[in-house]
């Protein structure tokens, strides 16, 4: 039983746990029948030898120890001694919601539970956190701590499989099931168990890093969690109404725990620094071979600047090397020789934020292009990314046909221009030729902490990164011919557009819904005789920028048709020319809201879970997305949640538009759409129709 009040007396240097089975030593204080005292520091080691003494490695932090000031023992102390754990959880929460409901500041509170406590708070359907936000936003850098960790398990590892598993007996707090536990579905078709186990920490797992890091070690530890679980800001679910299987108060995962996973970390990149300590010289030199020699006063002296920073910054001593044989006294320095130049610009530019990359972009401004054999020597795919990839029914054949890697930092840095390793995606123009244009899916993972840091934006990691300098060009799979007549489906994402061609349609993706603007080359969509339907994914709901995006495309594309047609013509006979040319040529539809497991749906999830002929019906739904009048260009959708009815011709917001696609695919179709929150289902075509 935990005394409400427990406070510590003053001890010179810090105050240091201990528990003494000596009775004759009067404690400190008693915490659930534990004897814990407060011991000087320079008394520490002589402790820690004493017989009798059993040392727990806890150090309460530093406190005024000055006159007879009182310190409240620590909530990770008293937690770990009273069995209990402290998490954020939301109560106004039941099943499941999308999970930007669940992303806004203070919709988290933070608790001390008991783990039956805890186990009822799962068991009546509310989500909670093992990170704590202090009411921050739900982004991973706002994560201050955590006192327990969690996995989550939906391979066909079963029940009984856990609980006779060594660590999880020893160390486990919680088990208790999924709320689609053994619910059969086409991501669960065997019916397998599913279930959260939940470990409590023997010491508090300070900062979003350190907590990301014992996530990984304790998945890799146990070789079976779902390895999507390990971002600080991971929240769960609840499971209404199961029940705990697993319970034992008392278990802790090791005293060493954390230490231990942050050896793991450091181990696992000093293997990965010693497999590429030796960056590809013969493309860097490649590249220098195509900057042309120093020449004074051509306004290009920031330029060698920053190559020459990029160049130290990523290979150090190697990179001057290069740097030498690349100059050979070719280059005008003016009254310092290309030695004494180079020392000045280690010296006092090297904290330019330049990279290899750098040098790349200034390359192909001079006509350096990669090789395939720069992308394209190793076909393999990492088991991580054969994962990705069949789960949304992508055969590894068709991706690696398409151009996708695995790589390593050495490549990336060759390729990208940034040390960074993930899953390659690159484009190719309509002759298959590649654009230096390329996008990689990293593998934060596999990041050291410092460098993650390095790309974390308002607090979000970004999920993909792009070479520097590259202008974004559309994406058709190396495997597949761009199009030129008939129905064509332009998309988001290069997955999307992959999963689209392999179930029949003609697609054309956008690596991002508004990075077209980087290319104002998009005249060819007018000179082919296909159609266009844009599908966005489910975000358009959230942020309807994101369809407007795809708007903005079809309407820039005419209006610059209509400022070259008004050079002959008045505006009127343009508008009509262009009527009566292209008001078929752009349509727009849209996707349920959410999968039932509150992420994302797009092209590829859609497919892999309804079905080609279910989304065909979808895509032929699809309204023409631009009207015309005497004067002007609008587009259907808007950044409006209902339109903007000022203008004489209709215009929809993104919930409203979704109604009026519905409506025009249930006179042809019985459909059945999951996850659409915000309609009820209808009971003959299983679509939810009525906004709430």
Sequence with gaps: MLVPELVCGPASGGLVVVEHKNSELPPTMTINNHSIYTIPKKY?????????????????????????????????????????????????????????????????????????????????????????????????????????????????????????????????????????????????????????????????CVGWKTIRICNQYLIELLKVPDKSCKDASRFFFGAENRKEFLYNENALLPASFIDDALTWHESILTQKRERIHSINNEIISRALSYIPARVQNTNTYEMYVAIAAGVVNDLGDEGIALLHQWDVGRGDWGNRNFDDWCKSVINSHTDTPASVGTLFYWARQYGFEYQASDLFDDETIRDSHKKLL???????????????????????????????????????????????????????????????????????????????????????PLNFEWPTTGEVVITAGEINVISLCVNGFQAIGLAKEWGWKDNENWDWLLKTDCRYTMLPDSRCYSQPTIGYGYSKLAMTVLEQEKERLTEDLETSEAIEYLKNEYLYKFK?????????????????????????????????????????????????????????????????????????????????????????????????????????
Aim: charged share 25%; with cysteine.
């Design 390 to 476: 069949t789960d949304l029914g992508i055969d590894l054949d068709i991706a690696i046909a398409a151009g996708i890697r695995s790589i390593n930092e050495e490549t990336a840095l060759n390729v990208m221009g940034v040390k960074l390793p993930g899953l390659l995606f690159p484009y190719f123009d309509k002759n298959k030729k590649f654009t230096g244009y390329s996008r990689l899916r990293v593998d934060w993972e596999d990041v050291s902490p410092n460098v993650i840091e390095k790309w974390t934006k308002n607090g979000e990691l970004f999920e993909y990164v792009t070479p520097w300098g590259v202008k974004e060009t559309p994406y058709v």
């Design 44 to 204: 520490w080691d002589e402790c820690r030898s004493l017989p009798g003494f059993h040392w727990d490695g806890h150090v309460i932090p530093k406190h005024d120890t000055k006159g007879d000031t009182a310190v409240k023992a620590p909530q990770w102390l008293i937690n770990v001694l009273t069995n209990k754990v402290t998490e954020g959880v939301n109560t106004t929460v039941v099943g499941k919601c999308h999970a930007d409901r669940l992303a806004t500041p203070n919709c988290w509170k933070t608790k001390t539970l008991s783990i039956k406590e805890l186990a009822a708070h799962i068991s009546n359907g509310h989500p909670w956190m093992p990170g704590l936000l202090d009411g921050k936003r739900r982004w991973q850098v706002n994560v201050s701590r955590a006192y327990v960790l969690a996995i989550d398990i939906d391979n066909g590892f079963s029940i009984n499989d856990a609980l006779s598993h060594p660590f999880i007996k020893g160390h486990a707090a919680l088990g208790i099931e999924s709320s689609n536990s053994k619910v059969l579905s086409d991501k669960n078709p065997d019916g397998h168990e599913k279930f959260r186990i939940i470990f409590r920490l023997s010491a508090p």
């Design 588 to 692: 727009f539809t849209l996707l349920s809201n959410e999968l039932d497991d509150g992420t994302v749906n797009d092209a590829a999830s859609y497919c892999h879970i309804h079905g080609s002929d279910s989304l065909r019906c979808i895509v032929n739904a699809a309204l023409p997305l631009i009207r015309f009048d005497e004067k002007e260009i609008y587009s259907l959708f808007t950044t409006e949640p209902c339109g903007d009815r000022s203008k004489k011709l209709p215009t929809y917001g993104s919930r409203e538009l979704i109604r009026v696609i519905i409506a025009q695919t249930l006179k042809t179709t019985r459909l059945h759409v999951s996850g659409i929150n915000d309609y009820r289902y209808d009971a003959q075509t299983g679509i939810r129709i009525e906004m709430d």
